[in-house]
């Protein structure tokens, strides 16, 4: 430690003064310095601190598909279904999302369509295809006598998505939020009990069927949900592509024979 002022050589007090200045020191507190590394020695013992809070046993997160299995579970109705994905808080997609998207149509349909996500507009709306993809699927499925405005289940369409949130700048899904909303897509499907279901692009043949390869896959009639299900290229595939037109009516024709054939 410093000696005292009063013992020390006038340069060197001096020398330390400027040095103290230099660092910032601005105001003489006392006459004459004080140890405090002596000081701490002498102090008397401080109380031990109170006994820190035991900390929380850690919380193992959340498995999201489990959370979503229970919640899609638990919904007896497709009210309380919509109102338990609304609710559903670990699919970051709803932070970003203006609005939930369920679903549009008639829910006693014959024919449910499941496509990816929505879009810009749907996002807007609320509702599923209600853009450009969206317009062409009404004409699509208006050729073989289906609309989802058509009261009558028999010439009715149910319409959904993979995921009910728009994923930003419309970037496909994650397989993570495809995992997490299947089990409610599962329910819905069950609750809605369509006799035949239209796999719109590779999300919904991923969620479905646990495959990719729309090109592949389009047009062969398969199961999943415990019910037959049709995978079909997108409308938005077909708005870019339209010498795919072609396939996809005769899709279309495929599922008006089954419906035809009793389905
Ligand atoms: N594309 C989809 O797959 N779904 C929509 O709702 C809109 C566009």
């Given at each position: 430690m410093f000696p005292d002022a009063a013992q020390m050589a006038p340069d060197l007090a001096q020398a330390l003064l400027a040095w103290q200045v ?172 369509p006799r035949l279901v239209v796999l719109m692009g590779n999300t919904p043949c991923a969620a479905a069927l646990g495959q990719r390869g729309i ?43 089954r419906l035809e054939g009793g389905a």
């Amino acid at each position: 430690m410093f000696p005292d002022a009063a013992q020390m050589a006038p340069d060197l007090a001096q020398a330390l003064l400027a040095w103290q200045v230099e660092m910032g020191a601005d105001e003489p507190i006392l006459d004459r310095p004080v140890n405090r590394y002596e000081l701490a020695a002498e102090a008397p013992k401080a109380a031990p601190p109170a006994a820190a809070p035991k900390a929380a046993a850690p919380v193992a997160a959340a498995d999201p598909v489990a959370v979503a299995r229970a919640a899609a579970a638990a919904a007896a109705t497709l009210a309380d279904l919509a109102g338990a994905q609304a609710a559903y808080g670990l699919c970051d997609l709803k932070k970003g999302a203006r609005n939930f998207v369920f679903a549009d149509g008639n829910p006693q349909a014959r024919v449910m369509v499941i496509g990816e996500a929505p879009g810009r507009e749907e996002d807007l709306e609320g509702r599923p295809f209600v853009g450009r993809a969206g317009k062409l699927l009404d004409r699509m499925f208006a050729a073989i006598g289906l609309s989802r405005t058509a009261p009558d289940a028999g010439a009715a369409l149910y319409i959904t998505n993979v995921l009910p949130w728009r994923p930003p700048a419309n970037r496909d899904p994650e397989p993570a939020e495809i995992a997490m909303m299947l089990p409610f897509l599962q329910r819905h499907v069950e609750l809605a009990a369509p006799r035949l279901v239209v796999l719109m692009g590779n999300t919904p043949c991923a969620a479905a069927l646990g495959q990719r390869g729309i090109m592949r896959l389009r047009g062969t009639w398969t199961e999943a949900f415990g019910r037959p299900v049709l995978p079909m290229t997108h409308p938005a595939y077909l708005l870019r592509t339209p010498s795919a037109k072609r396939e996809a009516w005769a899709d279309l024709l495929s599922l008006r024979a089954r419906l035809e054939g009793g389905a």
